[in-house]
């Protein structure tokens, strides 16, 4: 009878050190997969800041752009109307020379 107890309590002890090792092992397994997938997503977030940066520098410049021709289209303006005006005139002072009215 007490060889069977301790048969029964070896077997006990010996399971349990197997249990241990297997949750040893999956919490290593899964603590492993939580750090790859940590990196995974830090690495994900320095590409979206850098792709962030890069938008932000590309909306700026075309900005700038836009900026840069209303300004070209306002200084140019005067002189279009001023041609326009010469055509116009040009025109008319050719009517009435030719006899068109």
């Known amino acids: ?3 069977a107890l301790c048969w ?4 006990a002890g ?5 249990t241990l090792a297997w949750a040893r092992a999956s919490v290593s397994r899964y603590h492993d997969q939580s750090e790859e997938e940590l990196r995974y ?3 994900e977030a320095v590409r979206a800041r850098d792709i962030a940066v890069q938008l932000r520098l590309e909306r700026d410049a075309w900005s700038k752009g836009c900026t ?3 300004k070209d289209v306002i200084s140019v303006l005067p002189l279009l109307i001023a041609a326009q005006h010469k055509t116009t005139v040009a ?3 050719d009517d009435v ?3 068109r009215n």
């Open 1 to 3: 009878m007490v060889e």
């Open 8 to 11: 029964s309590l070896f077997a």
């Open 14 to 18: 010996v399971s349990w050190l197997f």
């Open 41 to 43: 997503w830090q690495s």
């Open 68 to 70: 840069q021709g209303r």
């Open 91 to 93: 025109r008319a002072m």
């Open 97 to 99: 020379s030719s006899g």
